[in-house]
């Protein structure tokens, strides 16, 4: 499978991009911002992306979702328990103090441990609420792989004091879906550098 992660936007969101080589067909999970790097990225593999999966509805990682779908017409896919966030997204922008991106409720809401799939590439998506409440992890077993959005981080876990979060749900969400993964499963955060659930396990301070 092909990787690519690379952070976009002020807020450095990682933007995933996940390739079959046979069928060169791709899910982009968290198109924050930087649409032309994604399609370099995506035009550099051959790529032709056929899911678009936003991890939670928090403008660094929603923001260009809405732009890569009138590139490419893939369907957006998150969890419409996020869709108070993305109905506020003139506050997000204020917060952060840039233009309001337009956005639209998902094509489709993934239901908890449901498979996102394209050729060759096979996703569960975990419901992690507490970051906010429509958070959601991808885990790709085969590749011994989570993208964890703002759940889980390497040393840290996600904030919980924005409009939606809770950090008792986070923390639950964390130990009884993320925790019990195979030590070795690598750990794409949203933020920030990559770790894995066994490190997390170990020495994460929020954790042990
Ligand atoms: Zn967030």
């Given at each position: 499978m092909i990787r690519e992660t690379f952070p976009v936007g002020l807020l450095q969101c990682n933007c995933t991009i996940l390739g079959d080589e046979p069928s060169r067909e791709a899910i982009?999970?968290?198109?924050?911002?930087?649409?032309?790097?994604?399609?370099?990225?995506?035009?550099?593999?051959?790529?032709?992306?056929?899911?678009?999966?936003?991890?939670?509805a928090h403008?660094?990682?929603?923001?260009?979702?809405?732009?890569?779908?009138?590139?490419?017409?893939?369907?957006?896919?998150?969890?419409?328990?996020?869709?108070p966030l993305a109905a506020m997204m003139d506050e997000q922008a204020a917060w952060i103090g840039v233009e309001t991106p337009k956005v639209k409720p998902p094509d489709h809401s993934p239901a908890d441990s449901e498979h996102v799939r394209v050729r060759g590439i096979d996703a569960q998506v975990l419901h992690t609420p507490g970051h906010t409440e429509g958070s959601?992890?991808?885990?790709?077993p085969a590749e011994s792989?989570?993208?964890?959005?703002?759940?889980?981080?390497?040393?840290?876990?996600?904030?919980?004091?924005?409009?939606g979060g809770n950090f008792n749900k986070l923390i639950q969400s964390i130990r009884e879906r993320l925790l019990p993964l195979p030590g070795a499963t690598m750990v794409i955060p949203g933020h920030g550098p990559a770790t894995t659930i066994g490190e997390e396990r170990l020495s994460n301070p929020f954790l042990v």
């Open positions: 982009v999970v968290d198109p924050g911002y930087d649409i032309p790097r994604i399609l370099t990225t995506l035009a550099k593999h051959q790529l032709t992306v056929r899911q678009i999966v936003v991890t939670h403008i660094d990682h929603i923001a260009s979702a809405l732009d890569l779908q009138q590139i490419t017409g893939a369907p957006i896919l998150y969890n419409a328990a996020d869709l959601v992890c991808l885990y790709l792989l989570l993208l964890a959005g703002d759940t889980l981080f390497a040393g840290s876990i996600g904030r919980t004091d924005l409009p």
